[in-house]
């Protein structure tokens, strides 16, 4: 059964174009990240069991250029929402900037490049920030440490509740995802046909039904859409 729609409720799904201008590369941009690594050799659990190694120096990498990031004047305009709607982000993004920049509930599809965790089926997760994780590093039922992420071939998280976030909004946003990744790209379509529904970012080879196209950076899109969203509460 559908959820019944909630009018001051919004749900803004994010991906890596969202990040871009904090200095992270995107995945499928030119220079993006599937451009320069073999995302079968890094981000599959094949890619772990044949070369571990290079895998965490690739998540080393990452969840060190991801701390050493701030987050930009979109993400700090999509937290200011939290001061008259009900938020929920939810993002296929493993940097933590929403948290950074102030969001106070954020799903992750993807994980967290911050936490690690071991390779046993019930493993415990913990916090590193922006330490490495290097081979022999184990996690205390005695497995090998892992960047908490999702790989491909892997479970993603959360997606039921996901899915019932978005069939309650009544506004979405969806901001700097290609949406070629699923299951996170199918949880547009979970979308009202009576919400509001706006999508952003530098190009869409297909733009989701029902969602209206703003192009261009998120820096000056999304701040722009808040404000009148802000406008719209009072
Ligand atoms: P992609 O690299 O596939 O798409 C990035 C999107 O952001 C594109 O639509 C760009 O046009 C847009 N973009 C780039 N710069 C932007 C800017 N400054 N402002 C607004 N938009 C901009 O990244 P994702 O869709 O996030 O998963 O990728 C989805 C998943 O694929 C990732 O979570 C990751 C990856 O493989 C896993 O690793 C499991």
Redesign the pocket.
């Known amino acids: 059964m559908k959820p019944e729609v909630q009018p001051n409720k919004i749900v803004v799904l994010s ?4 990040s ?2 904090s200095g992270l590369p ?4 030119a220079n ?1 990240l ?1 451009n320069n690594f073999s ?1 079968e050799e890094v ?1 599959t659990p094949q890619g772990w069991a044949a070369n571990p190694e290079a895998v965490l120096a690739f998540y080393n990498e990452r969840r060190l250029s991801a701390y050493q990031a701030a987050p930009n004047a979109a993400h700090q305009a999509i937290a200011a929402l939290d001061a008259a709607y009900d938020v929920v982000i939810i993002t ?2 493993v940097d933590g900037l929403h948290e950074r920049a102030g969001s106070r509930n954020v799903i992750h599809l ?1 994980g967290q490049l911050a936490w690690a965790r071991g390779t046993s089926p019930l493993p415990k997760r913990y916090r590193i920030d922006a330490a490495p994780v290097s081979l022999g590093q184990l996690c205390e039922d005695g497995t090998q440490l892992r960047p908490n992420v ?3 071939g892997e479970d993603v998280q959360h997606m039921d509740e996901a899915r019932q976030h978005v069939a309650s909004a009544a506004r979405v946003l969806v ?7 699923f299951p ?1 790209a199918s949880l547009v379509k979970a979308a009202r046909g009576r919400a509001q529904k706006v999508i ?5 080879k297909r733009v989701p039904f029902g969602f209206t196209f703003l192009p261009g ?2 820096t000056s899109i999304v701040p722009a859409l808040v404000q009148t969203w802000l406008e719209q509460a009072r």
């Open positions: 991906g890596a174009g969202l871009a201008e995107t995945f499928r941009d993006g599937w995302l981000a296929q993004n993807h999702v790989w491909f901001v700097g995802t290609s949406l070629s990744v996170a952003n970012s530098l190009a869409m950076k998120a």
